[in-house]
């Protein structure tokens, strides 16, 4: 009879958690088939779509130079590969509308599990549970992670890593860092942002790993080696096609287009495209010849002219480079939907994401005594911080992380509901013993 007790919870614990997965998987298909095949179209991010057609018509991965596309210089090289091979692969180069939304559906599912496991690891199988089920529910995530967009299979790669690393941390194989380095350089491969983050994590292993300096460095080596194969592959094409160990060919045009008196014309009230366009039609005619130039000759060298621009301009009104960090940091993190949705999105948005926010930033100060452990986490916000402050972010660019605002979210949930539970026992027993005394 006691063992039967003290099995039951884990059993069903199991069984909420296969009921939450299966109602995630449900929730996110049932609602992107509703909304209807013209409206996947009509919010997708057609680059990928065009980056997806490429390789398979190349039947290859970038093999072209710099291809010029749309107003600015883009080529096959133009984002890191792995979504857009990942679109390639499920739609068998068709870019069918279902096999897409199944597949990604699927994957934000194993996101839902995986942050399950991350909770449990960081709290207690009822934190855990909870966490679940928000992630199941939470509306950015039921819609984005369907969309034709990197971001649900992004913030899948960034939760497995993140359990991945931490497990690490407590293992002594050097199987566990391989798995790690590889799944850390898919994420890499998706979004390139995640780089700085890389050696943030590093640093956080070398430092709170709990065995010998000499186990430490053996499996960081493990690491380091099979996040360096993983992505090795792309960084020698990059050299061969834009000369250069380039992860994307928009690095420098971005820093310049989110560094220039025209970044905030349009952006955040409206689109950072918008922007872009203002801040290209700015350009005289002898820029617009020297970047034709280079676009057929260096890539690299291109990613460079772009970058001095920028680096220029920064040097010049420091003042104003400060002040469009602070307005980076706060549309990123922001309530409001960048670019604007309609209202009935913005409503959803603004009731789903400030709640967690909220409760996931008091999660943080009552773990604050936890900081070694939580560290990691930590390092990922401030390596997502100075990649905005340098670049930009729209919310869909952060919502990786709303995985360890609703983390925790479901602890100061947890914590609130058993300090209500403590107070009533109290004030119970205190009216218990003003009866007693009365009798």
């Not at 130079?65 to 133009?78: F, H, L, N, P, Q």
């Not at 014309?265 to 689109?271: D, L, N």
């Not at 890539?299 to 602070?326: D, S, T």
């Not at 789903?352 to 452990?373: A, D, M, Q």
Request: one cysteine or more.
């Amino acid at each position: 009879m006691t063992a039967r007790r003290l099995l039951a919870p884990v059993a069903n614990y199991q069984a909420v958690l296969f009921l939450t997965v299966l109602v995630a998987l449900a929730l996110r298909m049932i609602i992107r088939f509703a909304l209807g095949e013209d409206f996947f179209w009509s919010n997708s991010y057609s680059v990928y779509y065009w980056l997806a057609t490429e390789y398979a018509e190349q039947r290859a991965v970038c093999k072209s130079t710099m291809e010029a596309i749309e107003v600015v210089g883009r080529s096959c090289g133009y984002l890191p590969p792995l979504y857009s091979l990942f679109l390639t692969l499920v739609s068998s180069a068709g870019m069918g509308y279902k096999p897409i939304v199944a597949s990604q559906a699927i994957i934000s599912t194993g996101t839902v599990a995986v942050a399950y496991l991350v909770s449990r690891r960081l709290f207690d199988n009822t934190t855990a549970i909870l966490t679940g089920v928000l992630v199941c529910v939470y509306p950015y995530y039921v819609l984005h992670d369907t969309a034709l967009q990197e971001t649900g299979v992004f913030t899948f790669l960034v939760t497995l890593s993140m359990l991945l690393l931490m497990s690490v941390r407590h293992s002594n194989s050097g199987v566990a860092g391989v798995l790690t380095g590889v799944v850390l350089g898919l994420a890499v491969l998706v979004r390139t942002t995640l780089l700085l983050f890389v050696p943030l994590a590093f640093g956080w292993l070398l430092y709170s790993i709990p065995h010998a300096l000499r186990n430490r460095l053996r499996i960081l080596s493990w690491l380091a080696l099979s996040f360096g194969f993983t992505i090795s592959p792309w960084l020698v094409r990059s050299q061969v096609a834009v000369g250069g160990p380039l992860m994307n060919n928009h690095a420098g045009v971005y820093l310049w287009l989110t560094n220039n008196p025209l970044t905030f014309s349009h952006y955040p009230q409206e689109s950072m495209d918008l922007s872009s366009i203002e801040a290209w039609n700015s350009l005289t005619s002898g820029e617009l010849q020297e970047i034709d130039t280079l676009s057929s000759e260096n890539g690299w060298q291109l990613e460079g002219w772009f970058a001095r621009k920028a680096i220029e301009y920064i040097a010049a009104n420091p003042a104003l480079f400060v002040r469009a960090v602070a307005l980076k940091v706060w549309t990123a993190f922001s309530w409001v939907l960048n670019p604007r949705k309609g209202g009935i999105f913005q409503t959803i948005y603004f009731f789903s994401y400030s709640p967690i926010l909220v409760l996931g930033l008091l999660g943080v100060l009552e773990t604050r005594h936890r900081w070694k452990e939580f560290g990691l986490i930590y390092m990922l916000f401030i390596s997502f911080l100075l990649v905005v402050a340098v670049f930009f972010a729209h919310t869909s660019h952060r919502t990786h992380l709303d995985i360890f605002l609703i983390i925790f979210s479901a602890h100061s949930i947890r914590t609130m509901h058993a300090r209500r539970a403590r107070w009533l026992h109290r004030v119970r027993l205190l009216f218990q013993r003003r009866s007693a005394n009365m009798c």
